[in-house]
Nanobody, 113 residues
Framework: QVQLVESGGGLVQPGGSLRLSCAAS????????MSWYRQAPGKKREWVAS???????NYADSVKGRFPISRDNAKMTVYLQMNSLKPDDTAVYYC???????WGQGTQVTVSS
């Protein structure tokens, strides 16, 4: 069974950066697609980015070029580097393991001056 724990959220000014981490437990991490999603207040949860076990990445248009996703299979951790943050990026960010369907508990990101 895969368990996921996100960290790295916080309050940041527009234009700033944050790096989110998602630490996983479970033996299937290295062979699983890992994804980040986010949910803003009053909105549906939306997909942000994904990375395959081999490092192939995909991004939502809203974050392409700003939020590179990466993973360290040895550490069983996936990262989301968030650059050039905007107020519209304010949301709870979740990671998901595609193979197991497991979600993390989420980490709050607030972009505000």
């Amino acid at each position: 069974q895969v368990q996921l724990v996100e960290s790295g959220g916080g309050l940041v000014q527009p234009g700033g950066s944050l790096r989110l981490s998602c630490a996983a437990s479970g033996s299937i991490f290295s062979i699983s697609v890992m994804s980040w999603y986010r949910q803003a207040p009053g909105k549906k949860r939306e997909w942000v980015a994904s990375i395959t076990s081999g490092g192939v990445t995909n991004y939502a248009d809203s974050v392409k070029g700003r939020f590179p996703i990466s993973r360290d299979n040895a550490k069983m951790t996936v990262y989301l580097q968030m650059n050039s943050l905007k107020p519209d990026d304010t949301a709870v960010y979740y990671c998901k393991n595609a193979r197991s369907g497991a979600w993390g508990q989420g980490t709050q990101v607030t972009v505000s001056s």
